[in-house]
């Protein structure tokens, strides 16, 4: 009681107090996705704006709670698009804002990127929630900062940063961070970026958390996927509505009429889901129904593996409860006719993609030579080359190519000598003035070549002595470039072959992107758009020599480098095919005129004038890639008769040396 009285305005100080100690209380206990539903809203222009009601889509909330499980150092989440793994990830970032304030980095893979992430999600989120924008540093403000870069708050600070500029992230070091589409990031030459984010972050002890998300890519140099098999393998199992068995959503059991059975009506419309258990089909309303139920029923998320500190999540598109079966069937359809199954199963199933054309087997493509008709079969309707240049030698491989790009290996050729004496040059000025005799029995001549400058010999400037002024022959010069998601070619560059000489135009050939197409289309087994023929006469060697390499992942501090591995010391006719590829993207001819020509010639219309695959383009040195295949290009007048190759002229080309002898 004396207490009391001497305290007369007990309720005053108590608030006081109150207030006093309110940034020393730790936070009242509540998971993430209860602060979110009562916290967050969802900005307008959202498919449900609105507060966060994780009901609409369950899986959310076990994604999102990872982040405060007990001893948990590292959340990893492997989903398809639109499943929610940057709502979960804004989420945990307002969270560290809000609830219990942190310092935190957000990693994305670009500049462009953090643009886009600040403009569409995180800024739309802020202003839609009042509570957390008054915790806030006002932009333009004086206390503290609210920027592009960094977001100041009581108790911490948000700072984004990308892979694309290792700076970006030097120097600062916060608790949490956080890393989206990670399979996205660039290797870098200070070490792989996000494990140096993460180094610094593991500073700070038990506070460390770590949360990344990412679409996975290819098979074995997929950062997601390497991080969702060293955690615990969480999957969503979901009850058959009909007999209860628990599973989680494969695609194998996604069936509809048609699928996967070639020629026949594709009827996406009538996809189902079929239970694992019974076997019985879950229409779209089970199926969402079975999800949104699936934890009330004991099930949900389920981990493979021992919980150590590292939860990872695998969402993939069958889990969305917003997707019809049907939607995602005909994406599977669309993707097929573009021949980009791997969009699909990265994009959609959320899982790898394994190349299938990676490596291929000699021996198979050798027991499907055949007798050509002709020296060039009814089928191939304009005839590229590709040159390599050796310190002794030039090999050339000329191909016939078809509608969809089918080809037919034509002859392939070692011309000897060394390419700085100049002799070597002559011959191969006259093979490829040749012309070649078609099945129909007109005469074709080869309509573009590209010629490799860029060999081990240093012969690179005898190369641009020749090649000078022959582009407007189609004649191109090209120097192979390293890298993936570059074009097979691109338009040239002005290189000067000795000092008073005139200029060259070099084209640049995105080597590992050609090889993966030629590797690719050897793995076509049946004739049709991209399967390459090739004569019963051509040696062992020349197979051996096309399948010399392998594409492998090597890792790089740490970051997976998909890179083409000689498997045998010899591999010039793979080269030579790349090349040829080249020259037939430079000319882009038009086949299906190709075809109207030879057809024309056929019906004796121009019988007794020989045959030409393809007008050149005017004889002008700015000769980029044509952007339209379909592009008329102005014919030009007929060339001078060439040099017609018969099967005679071949045997005794042989003679002199092809594949495998003589090396
Ligand atoms: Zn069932």
Same mark, same amino acid.
């Given at each position: 009681?004396?207490?009391?009285?001497?305290?007369?305005?007990?309720?005053?100080?108590?608030?006081?107090?109150?207030?006093?100690?309110?940034?020393?209380?730790?936070?009242?206990?509540?998971?993430?996705?209860?602060?979110?539903?009562?916290n967050?809203?969802?900005?307008?222009?959202?498919?449900?704006?609105?507060?966060?009601?994780?009901?609409n889509?369950?899986?959310?909330?076990?994604?999102?709670?990872?982040?405060?499980?007990?001893?948990?150092?590292?959340?990893?989440?492997?989903?398809?698009?639109?499943?929610?793994?940057?709502?979960?990830?804004?989420?945990?970032?307002?969270?560290?804002?809000?609830?219990?304030?942190?310092?935190?980095?957000?990693?994305?893979?670009?500049?462009?990127?953090?643009?886009?992430?600040?403009?569409t999600?995180?800024?739309?989120?802020?202003?839609?929630?009042?509570?957390?924008?008054?915790?806030l540093?006002?932009q333009?403000?004086?206390?503290?900062?609210?920027?592009?870069?960094?977001?100041?708050?009581?108790?911490?600070?948000?700072?984004?940063?990308?892979?694309?500029?290792?700076?970006?992230?030097?120097?600062?070091?916060?608790?949490?961070?956080?890393?989206?589409?990670?399979?996205?990031?660039?290797?870098?030459?200070?070490?792989?970026?996000?494990?140096?984010?993460?180094?610094?972050?593991?500073?700070?002890?038990?506070?460390?958390?770590?949360?990344?998300?990412?679409?996975?890519?290819?098979?074995?140099?997929?950062?997601?996927?390497?991080?969702?098999?060293?955690?615990?393998?969480?999957?969503?199992?979901?009850?058959?509505?009909?007999?209860?068995?628990?599973?989680?959503?494969?695609?194998?059991?996604?069936?509809?009429?048609?699928?996967?059975?070639?020629?026949?009506?594709?009827?996406?419309?009538?996809?189902?889901?079929?239970?694992?258990?019974?076997?019985?089909?879950?229409?779209?309303?089970?199926?969402?129904?079975a999800?949104?139920n699936?934890?009330?029923?004991?099930?949900?998320?389920?981990?493979?593996?021992?919980?150590?500190?590292?939860?990872?999540?695998?969402?993939?598109?069958?889990?969305?409860?917003?997707?019809?079966?049907?939607?995602?069937?005909?994406?599977?359809?669309?993707?097929?006719?573009?021949?980009?199954?791997?969009?699909?199963?990265?994009?959609?199933?959320?899982?790898?993609?394994? =190349?299938t054309g990676?490596?291929?087997?000699?021996?198979?493509?050798?027991?499907?030579?055949?007798?050509?008709?002709?020296?060039?079969?009814?089928?191939?309707l304009?005839?590229?080359?590709?040159?390599?240049?050796?310190?002794?030698?030039?090999?050339?491989?000329?191909v016939?190519?078809?509608?969809?790009?089918?080809?037919?290996?034509?002859?392939?050729?070692?011309?000897?000598?060394?390419?700085?004496?100049?002799?070597?040059?002559?011959?191969?000025?006259?093979?490829?003035?040749?012309?070649?005799?078609?099945?129909?029995?007109?005469?074709?001549?080869?309509?573009?070549?590209?010629?490799?400058?860029?060999?081990?010999?240093?012969?690179?400037?005898?190369?641009?002595?020749?090649?000078?002024?022959?582009?407007?022959?189609?004649?191109?010069g090209?120097?192979?470039?390293?890298?993936?998601?570059?074009?097979?070619?691109?338009?040239?560059?002005?290189?000067?072959?000795?000092?008073?000489?005139?200029?060259?135009?070099?084209?640049?050939?995105?080597?590992?992107?050609?090889?993966?197409?030629?590797?690719?289309?050897?793995?076509?087994d049946?004739?049709?758009?991209?399967?390459?023929?090739?004569?019963?006469?051509?040696?062992?060697?020349?197979?051996?020599?096309?399948?010399?390499?392998?594409?492998?992942t090597?890792?790089?501090?740490?970051?997976?480098?998909?890179?083409?591995?000689?498997?045998?010391?010899?591999?010039?006719?793979?080269?030579c095919?790349?090349?040829?590829?080249?020259?037939?993207?430079?000319?882009?001819?038009?086949?299906?005129?190709?075809?109207?020509?030879?057809?024309?010639?056929?019906?004796g219309?121009?019988?007794?004038?020989?045959?030409?695959? =393809?007008?050149?383009?005017?004889?002008?040195?700015d000769?980029?890639?044509?952007?339209?295949?379909?592009?008329?290009?102005?014919?030009?007048?007929?060339?001078?008769?060439?040099?017609?190759?018969?099967?005679?002229?071949?045997?005794?080309?042989?003679?002199?040396g092809?594949?495998?002898?003589?090396?």
């Amino acid at each position: 009681m004396i207490a009391l009285k001497q305290f007369a305005n007990f309720s005053g100080i108590a608030a006081a107090v109150r207030r006093a100690v309110v940034s020393l209380v730790p936070p009242p206990p509540m998971l993430p996705s209860e602060w979110a539903e009562r916290n967050l809203q969802i900005p307008a222009g959202n498919a449900i704006p609105g507060p966060i009601n994780f009901d609409n889509a369950p899986y959310q909330r076990g994604m999102l709670n990872a982040i405060k499980e007990a001893g948990v150092r590292r959340v990893s989440y492997m989903t398809g698009a639109q499943l929610g793994k940057t709502t979960v990830q804004q989420c945990a970032t307002g969270y560290f804002i809000d609830h219990e304030p942190r310092s935190q980095i957000f990693a994305q893979p670009t500049q462009g990127d953090v643009q886009t992430f600040l403009e569409t999600k995180l800024r739309p989120m802020i202003d839609a929630n009042k509570r957390l924008a008054g915790k806030l540093a006002k932009q333009r403000g004086r206390e503290g900062v609210n920027n592009s870069r960094m977001i100041s708050y009581i108790g911490g600070w948000l700072m984004f940063c990308w892979s694309g500029s290792p700076k970006t992230a030097r120097g600062r070091s916060a608790p949490v961070v956080h890393q989206d589409e990670i399979d996205g990031y660039e290797p870098s030459p200070e070490g792989d970026f996000s494990e140096l984010l993460w180094q610094r972050a593991a500073s700070f002890g038990d506070m460390a958390l770590r949360t990344e998300s990412s679409t996975p890519t290819i098979k074995g140099a997929s950062r997601i996927e390497t991080a969702f098999n060293e955690g615990d393998q969480r999957r969503y199992f979901v009850p058959c509505p009909h007999c209860g068995f628990a599973q989680y959503l494969k695609w194998s059991q996604v069936v509809w009429s048609g699928k996967d059975e070639e020629g026949t009506e594709q009827l996406p419309e009538t996809a189902l889901y079929h239970c694992e258990g019974c076997g019985t089909g879950w229409n779209d309303g089970e199926r969402i129904a079975a999800i949104r139920n699936a934890e009330k029923l004991g099930h949900g998320w389920k981990a493979a593996k021992p919980f150590r500190g590292h939860a990872s999540f695998h969402a993939p598109e069958m889990l969305s409860t917003f997707r019809r079966l049907r939607d995602i069937a005909q994406s599977y359809l669309d993707k097929m006719a573009l021949n980009d199954l791997q969009s699909f199963v990265n994009v959609s199933l959320a899982e790898t993609y394994e =190349e299938t054309g990676e490596s291929m087997n000699p021996h198979a493509l050798m027991d499907r030579r055949e007798q050509y008709a002709a020296p060039v079969p009814a089928g191939a309707l304009v005839l590229t080359a590709g040159v390599d240049m050796q310190p002794d030698r030039l090999e050339v491989e000329l191909v016939g190519w078809g509608v969809g790009d089918e080809s037919w290996s034509i002859d392939y050729a070692t011309l000897w000598g060394d390419p700085d004496a100049g002799d070597v040059w002559d011959e191969l000025e006259e093979y490829l003035q040749g012309a070649w005799q078609h099945e129909t029995g007109v005469s074709m001549p080869i309509s573009a070549a590209c010629v490799d400058t860029g060999g081990t010999g240093g012969n690179t400037q005898s190369a641009y002595g020749w090649l000078r002024g022959k582009t407007g022959r189609r004649i191109f010069g090209t120097k192979g470039v390293p890298g993936w998601g570059k074009p097979i070619v691109t338009a040239p560059q002005r290189k000067q072959s000795g000092k008073t000489a005139r200029k060259i135009d070099l084209f640049l050939v995105g080597a590992d992107e050609a090889k993966l197409t030629v590797m690719r289309r050897l793995a076509v087994d049946k004739p049709g758009p991209g399967y390459c023929h090739f004569p019963e006469s051509r040696d062992a060697e020349y197979f051996h020599q096309l399948t010399a390499e392998k594409l492998l992942t090597r890792y790089v501090k740490g970051f997976p480098v998909r890179e083409w591995h000689k498997t045998r010391p010899r591999n010039e006719a793979l080269d030579c095919r790349a090349l040829a590829l080249a020259a037939l993207k430079i000319a882009n001819p038009s086949m299906r005129r190709a075809a109207d020509r030879l057809a024309k010639v056929v019906d004796g219309r121009q019988a007794a004038e020989s045959f030409h695959a =393809e007008p050149l383009p005017p004889a002008d040195n700015d000769n980029s890639p044509p952007e339209n295949p379909q592009e008329a290009q102005t014919p030009t007048a007929a060339q001078t008769g060439p040099i017609l190759k018969t099967k005679r002229t071949l045997k005794s080309r042989k003679k002199r040396g092809t594949f495998a002898t003589n090396w």
